[in-house]
Protein backbone atom coordinates (compact mmCIF):
# COMPACT_ATOMS: atom_id res chain seq x y z
CA UNK A 1 0.00 0.00 0.00
CA UNK A 2 1.49 3.09 -1.12
CA UNK A 3 1.24 6.00 1.60
CA UNK A 4 2.44 9.67 1.50
CA UNK A 5 3.19 11.61 4.29
CA UNK A 6 4.09 15.22 3.91
CA UNK A 7 4.92 17.38 7.19
CA UNK A 8 6.92 20.84 7.48
CA UNK A 9 4.32 23.34 7.12
CA UNK A 10 3.34 26.02 9.35
CA UNK A 11 2.65 29.72 9.96
CA UNK A 12 5.90 31.74 8.32
CA UNK A 13 5.95 35.65 7.67
CA UNK A 14 6.54 37.21 4.17
CA UNK A 15 10.30 36.59 3.44
CA UNK A 16 10.85 33.78 5.49
CA UNK A 17 11.40 29.84 4.71
CA UNK A 18 9.89 26.77 5.18
CA UNK A 19 10.88 23.33 3.87
CA UNK A 20 8.40 20.54 3.03
CA UNK A 21 8.57 17.10 3.47
CA UNK A 22 6.97 14.15 1.83
CA UNK A 23 8.05 10.50 3.03
CA UNK A 24 7.12 7.54 0.60
CA UNK A 25 6.00 3.79 1.89
CA UNK A 26 5.25 1.25 -0.49
CA UNK A 27 6.90 2.92 -3.29
CA UNK A 28 10.01 3.98 -4.77
CA UNK A 29 10.09 7.66 -5.46
CA UNK A 30 13.37 7.27 -7.21
CA UNK A 31 11.14 5.19 -10.09
CA UNK A 32 8.15 7.65 -9.66
CA UNK A 33 7.44 11.32 -11.27
CA UNK A 34 6.97 13.13 -7.59
CA UNK A 35 5.26 16.57 -7.88
CA UNK A 36 4.39 18.94 -5.17
CA UNK A 37 0.72 20.58 -5.82
CA UNK A 38 -0.50 23.33 -3.84
CA UNK A 39 -4.47 24.75 -3.42
CA UNK A 40 -5.21 27.58 -1.98
CA UNK A 41 -8.95 28.46 -0.51
CA UNK A 42 -11.27 28.80 -3.44
CA UNK A 43 -8.87 28.05 -6.18
CA UNK A 44 -7.89 25.14 -8.11
CA UNK A 45 -5.33 22.62 -6.99
CA UNK A 46 -1.96 23.43 -9.21
CA UNK A 47 0.99 21.76 -9.62
CA UNK A 48 4.30 23.83 -8.21
CA UNK A 49 7.39 21.71 -8.76
CA UNK A 50 7.92 18.17 -10.25
CA UNK A 51 10.88 15.94 -10.25
CA UNK A 52 11.08 13.16 -12.56
CA UNK A 53 13.00 9.56 -11.89
CA UNK A 54 15.66 10.97 -13.89
CA UNK A 55 16.41 13.94 -11.62
CA UNK A 56 14.86 16.50 -14.07
CA UNK A 57 13.36 19.34 -12.44
CA UNK A 58 10.50 22.23 -13.36
CA UNK A 59 8.57 24.51 -11.80
CA UNK A 60 5.51 26.98 -11.79
CA UNK A 61 6.17 30.37 -13.16
CA UNK A 62 4.97 31.78 -10.09
CA UNK A 63 7.51 30.25 -8.03
CA UNK A 64 10.53 29.57 -9.80
CA UNK A 65 13.74 31.36 -8.14
CA UNK A 66 12.28 30.98 -4.72
CA UNK A 67 11.37 27.16 -4.71
CA UNK A 68 13.79 24.06 -4.54
CA UNK A 69 12.49 20.34 -5.33
CA UNK A 70 14.59 17.63 -4.38
CA UNK A 71 14.68 14.00 -3.17
CA UNK A 72 16.45 11.90 -0.73
CA UNK A 73 16.48 8.10 -2.22
CA UNK A 74 18.09 7.05 0.85
CA UNK A 75 15.32 8.12 2.64
CA UNK A 76 12.66 7.35 0.37
CA UNK A 77 11.44 11.70 0.68
CA UNK A 78 11.27 14.15 -1.70
CA UNK A 79 11.57 17.79 -0.41
CA UNK A 80 9.74 21.37 -1.14
CA UNK A 81 12.54 24.24 -0.16
CA UNK A 82 10.22 27.43 -0.22
CA UNK A 83 12.28 31.05 0.36
CA UNK A 84 11.09 34.12 -0.37
CA UNK A 85 7.17 33.34 0.66
CA UNK A 86 4.61 35.38 0.03
CA UNK A 87 0.96 35.78 1.06
CA UNK A 88 0.14 34.51 -2.35
CA UNK A 89 1.92 31.38 -1.51
CA UNK A 90 -0.47 30.29 1.78
CA UNK A 91 -2.09 26.73 0.40
CA UNK A 92 -2.45 23.21 1.65
CA UNK A 93 0.19 21.44 0.17
CA UNK A 94 0.06 18.33 -1.49
CA UNK A 95 2.60 15.43 -2.43
CA UNK A 96 1.84 13.36 -5.69
CA UNK A 97 3.77 10.32 -6.90
CA UNK A 98 2.85 8.73 -10.14
CA UNK A 99 4.53 5.18 -10.17
CA UNK A 100 6.61 4.63 -13.12
CA UNK A 101 5.39 1.34 -13.63
CA UNK A 102 1.42 1.57 -14.63
CA UNK A 103 0.97 5.52 -14.14
CA UNK A 104 -1.10 4.96 -11.02
CA UNK A 105 -1.40 8.22 -9.00
CA UNK A 106 -0.94 8.38 -5.37
CA UNK A 107 -1.80 11.66 -2.85
CA UNK A 108 -0.59 12.52 0.40
CA UNK A 109 -2.96 14.41 3.15
CA UNK A 110 -1.73 17.27 2.50
CA UNK A 111 -0.14 20.24 4.56
CA UNK A 112 -0.83 23.80 5.21
CA UNK A 113 1.19 26.30 4.84
CA UNK A 114 0.26 30.26 5.96
CA UNK A 115 2.24 33.02 5.13
CA UNK A 116 1.42 36.25 6.79
CA UNK A 117 1.97 39.60 5.37
Known amino acids: QVQLAESGGGLVQTGGSVRLSCAAS????????MVWYRQAPGKQRESVAV???????DYVDSVKGRFTISRDNALNTIYLQMEKLKPEDTAVYYC???????????WGQGTQVTVSS
Open 96 to 106: KAVDGRDNRAY
Open 26 to 33: GTIIGNNV
Open 51 to 57: ITSGGST
